[in-house]
């Protein structure tokens, strides 16, 4: 892994644990020479968590749909900030630029990129591992109903273990850095092909 795309909220949340493990993932990630890769903000969680990557000496990316450059507020001093179209083309230049994936506490937009990697990974569009920051528990409902939909027969067990989890940032990096991809033939039953 040379780069981690941290998906994440341009607000900082209502707990200070949030900017907290934030500002922890983006020194841990400059700490071990990996690349951040992220929405391109200076507000909230991302300005955070770019901040922290900036102070301990990594390199930073951002990118930003051309329609966000002004409600997002670009961060002025990252490394690199790239200026897209769409959505779309953000979230497939994410693709294209990270090795990994980390979701921290976030809102919607967070959880559409997180489960848009997921079912990426699910359909073997790529092997790269994800990861959620599980801080303060933020995440617990979330990972309860995924077993619930692996319980229900909706995702299947080897496609949830898909999404590493973990508190800490080191323990979740480490997860990551030994990530086997999971290689499963077929998803639908046999039965729903007639």
């Known amino acids: 892994m040379k780069s981690v795309c941290v998906f994440t909220g341009s607000n900082r949340g209502n707990r200070p644990g949030f900017a907290a493990i934030a500002a922890a993932l983006g020194s841990e990630i400059a700490a071990r020479g990996l690349e951040l890769v992220y929405g391109g903000s200076r507000v909230g969680l991302m300005g ?27 961060h002025p001093e990252i490394t690199r900030t790239h200026i ?43 092997s790269k591992p994800v990861g959620l920051l599980n801080t303060d528990r933020y995440y617990d409902d979330l990972l309860t109903f995924l077993g619930k939909a692996v319980d229900e027969g909706f995702v299947r067990e080897a496609h949830r273990g898909l999404l590493l989890s973990h508190s800490a940032p080191v323990a ?23």
């Open 172 to 194: 979740l990096l480490d997860a990551m850095a030994g990530f086997e991809p999971v290689v499963v033939s077929k998803w639908i039953d046999k039965a729903d092909e007639l």
């Open 48 to 74: 955070v968590v770019a901040d922290a990557a900036l102070a301990a000496g990594g390199e930073v990316t951002g990118v930003l749909p051309q329609a966000l450059v002004r409600k997002e507020l670009v």
């Open 84 to 126: 897209v179209e769409s959505m779309h083309e953000r979230k497939a230049m994410f693709s294209d630029l990270s090795d990994g994936f980390v979701a921290l506490p976030g809102g919607l937009g967070t959880l559409e990129e997180l489960f848009e990697v997921l079912t990426w990974a699910q359909l073997g569009f790529h």
